[in-house]
């Protein structure tokens, strides 16, 4: 069963008259992106904690509706929904969108719910006439779990955790622009903001809301490797995961981000022209897991990687593709030097004194002249995830063995409203992303996170609500 393309984006106008009740008001959903695959045909199963919603070939009236009543005080976790292919060729748009609407109608509190719900469609191919498309299964399977995930507590656990009280709220954002103008902090200006979310199921990233802080951050948007909705508490499980895909990241460009990283899956990048209005960009985050705190050694990766030029403390450098072909068309320099430049534009980065040594082992009393002619196309590379030790952020160098002052373990004998909140395993505390620019220079901010060597246990960073900010 392989992916094949997603579904455009449903526009549900939920109208209630549309399920024959007097129109009082109407709701608009955004459905986007779920993952549309391609299967011959599906038999469904009786299983456990799944129900079976049949519908007709072509309508959106359903066979079994009595089955609903087996949802009430169940949470549901997964919905699937499958449909023919045919007539050949066609999208089903209305159809799709008339069927999503009666499964609303049936289950009025499912788009309150629809962040902490996996989605997925299956479009079945084994179907060349109108009476082969009619024997195959049209409808949702939803998956449910028992309401109550905490009953492994003791009464006296539980009686804790029940005496305190917290709410998150998730909003998901309308648009780049929206995200735009949310992290646009003081004296910053952001353009050409791109979000790669390569999951294409639900959004890994959503606006949060906590209005106690627990984490120190009240609200802010939330990047993670899986299901962002999936953060909520209380910490029920110990190896909370959404795997978007099970195939390993392939993207030459997402894996020169983590170049010594063995294999990636389900990133979530979100990339941007920023031009700061000050000597210094700054701005506050948490770094969240569920990898805390078993997997110290090998976790997942994350990072906030600026270039641009004047970046202080840079070590690495930078030498773009187009940056390689225009220095070709505007110097001439001597056909060894760009062997070893065309080297260089083919990595992520590399580092700047290394580089320097290379050249002047090389070139000699020459290599000086040709650092000199090749500079300005170069540019300055730098990860602003690091510990004032120069560390990079990562479970590894963040737990309870290692640099325990800046690690948060999420217990319930340690803090039942972080518990009860949120659903990572640890946390840092709030830090900081810091680094002195050059003032009014355009620079590039990558903030990615991946699962390393595979989907499960997932990772999140909390950005603050404060945005992104120039400091004088």
């Known amino acids: 069963m392989l992916p094949t393309s997603t579904l455009k984006t449903l526009i549900l106008i939920t109208l ?24 011959s045909n599906y038999t469904p199963t009786e299983k456990k904690n799944q129900l079976i919603l049949k519908m007709g070939y072509g309508t959106s009236s359903v066979a079994n509706p009595a089955l609903l009543k087996q949802l009430h005080g169940k949470k549901i976790e997964g919905i699937d929904y499958y449909f023919t292919d045919f007539p050949k060729g066609q999208r089903f748009e209305k159809l799709h969108s008339a069927r999503l609407t009666r499964l609303t109608a049936l289950i009025p509190d499912l788009w309150n719910r629809k ?25 949702f399977v939803i998956t449910y779990s028992n309401a109550d995930p905490l009953a492994f507590l003791s009464p006296a656990k539980r009686a804790l955790l029940d005496s305190v009280s917290t709410e998150v709220k998730l909003e998901s954002p309308n648009s780049t ?46 990047l993670t490797t899986g299901l962002a909705a999936n953060a909520v508490g209380p910490n029920d499980k110990p190896n909370k995961s959404f795997e978007g895909s099970k195939k390993a990241v392939k993207d030459p460009k997402i894996l020169s981000l983590f170049p010594k990283a063995k294999a990636l899956f ?17 701005f506050n ?55 070893e430049l065309k080297k260089i534009s083919e990595k992520p980065y590399i580092n700047r004194r290394g580089y320097i040594g290379v050249f002047r082992q090389k070139f000699g009393d020459k290599a000086i002249e040709f650092l000199k002619a090749i500079d300005p196309y170069l540019v300055d590379i730098k990860n602003l995830a690091v510990l004032p030790t120069g560390e990079e952020v990562s479970v590894g160098t963040i737990n309870h063995k290692r640099n325990a002052h800046l690690y948060r373990p999420n217990t319930l004998e340690k803090d039942p409203k972080v518990f009860k909140a949120w659903q990572y395993d640890g946390f840092s505390i709030p830090l900081q992303a810091k680094v002195q620019v050059t003032p009014n220079e355009t620079y590039h901010l990558v903030l990615a996170i991946a699962d390393q060597k595979d989907g499960r246990y997932d990772s999140a960073i909390f950005i603050s609500g404060t945005g992104i900010n120039g400091k004088k």
């Not at 450098?317 to 760009?338: F, G, N, Q, R």
Request: net charge negative; glycine share 8%.
């Open 285 to 339: 985050y948490v770094f969240a897991s569920e990898e805390f705190p078993e997997y110290l050694a090998y976790h997942d990766v994350f990072g906030f990687f600026i270039s641009g030029k004047g970046i202080a403390g840079a070590t690495d450098i930078s030498l773009s593709p187009a940056s390689y072909e225009k220095l070709a068309e505007e110097i001439e320099l001597p056909d060894a030097v760009m062997a």
């Open 16 to 39: 209630l008259a549309t399920i024959g009740l007097p129109l009082i008001g109407q709701q608009v959903i955004q459905f986007e992106e779920v993952l549309l695959s391609e299967i």
């Open 115 to 139: 962040f902490f719900i996996s989605w997925k469609a299956f479009r079945q191919t084994q179907c060349e006439t109108a009476a082969e498309a009619k024997a195959l299964f049209h409808g």
């Open 177 to 222: 622009q929206e995200v735009t103008q949310f992290l646009q902090g003081e004296g910053v200006k952001i353009t050409n903001m791109r979000i790669n979310d390569t999951t294409k199921l639900t959004k890994p990233y959503l606006y949060f809301k906590e209005p106690d802080g627990v984490i120190g951050i009240f609200e802010g948007l939330m």
């Open 266 to 282: 389900d990133p979530c990048i979100m990339e941007f022209d920023i031009q700061i209005d000050a000597d210094t960009l700054v």
